[in-house]
């Protein structure tokens, strides 16, 4: 399975990424590609850890070079969750390390398609810059969802989106969450005005989750499943 989770900087994008991918990893292998690439993210999210036995290599270079047939050297095991790895950018990389634009489609999709391979479910956690090489590979991903702030911002982001979705005929594979959701957020006005029906509503939390988010996330793992309850 492949998800690719799409929203504007700030929507809470990596902390949906990273407890799905904690949430997956207990029965399955998980692998979360962060498609940043104008910082390193790796040293962050998966501290000190890399894959034994191969020399690491950085996301970017994954896109630039020759077709990757081996995904190992790209990815990096987190320490505490073995069944989660991470491809990203990795210390070394800096703001003008990669220019990829859209032209990079045919290795991200390579890249992709290697990923899921290898794994049970594939986590596109895309940013929020308008050249993302990985944006229309992202949009024929089997489930989008889109964490959405349920703010005015958050609102006119979806509004402007949705005709790109509709025009590729992935509107009906989106899945929309309320995120980052505080008590002064008029969720329902934002869900009629939007047209929307939130899979799930997902509280703010300052940088990871934790049982309370995990709690919010049971509406949405429902609906990723197809119906079918999971344990996670």
């Avoid at 207990?26 to 850890?49: F, H, S």
């Avoid at 940013?127 to 944006?135: A, E, M, R, T, V």
């Avoid at 309370?212 to 197809?226: F, I, Q, R, T, V």
Wanted: one cysteine or more; aromatic letters at 6%.
């Amino acid at each position: 399975m492949i998800i690719a989770i799409w929203g504007r900087d700030g929507a809470g994008k990596s902390t949906l990424s990273d407890t799905l991918g904690v949430l997956f990893s207990k029965k399955e292998i998980c692998i979360i590609i962060d498609t940043d690439l104008t910082q390193p993210t790796i040293p962050c999210r998966c501290p000190g850890e890399t894959q034994k036995g191969v020399k690491p290599q950085s996301l970017g270079h994954a896109l630039t070079g020759a077709v990757v047939a081996d995904i190992r050297p790209y990815l990096c095991r987190h320490p505490e969750h073995k069944g989660l790895f991470y491809a990203g950018l990795r210390d070394g990389d800096d703001f003008l390390s990669y220019e990829l634009g859209l032209g990079a489609e045919n290795g991200v999709r390579n890249f992709v398609d290697r990923c899921a391979e290898q794994a049970d479910v594939v986590i596109l956690d895309l940013s929020g810059q308008h050249g993302d090489p990985f944006l229309p590979a992202a949009l024929d991903a089997g489930q989008i969802i889109l964490p959405i702030v349920p703010d005015l911002q958050g609102l006119c982001w979806f509004l402007s989106v949705k005709p790109l979705l509709e025009r590729m005929g992935a509107l009906e594979r989106v899945l929309t969450v309320a995120s980052m959701a505080r008590p002064e957020h008029d969720v329902a006005g934002v869900e009629k005005i939007g047209g929307l029906a939130f899979a799930a509503i997902l509280p703010w939390v300052r940088d990871t989750g934790g049982a309370k988010y995990e709690k919010a996330l049971k509406p949405l793992l429902h609906a990723l499943s197809g119906g079918d309850d999971t344990d996670a």
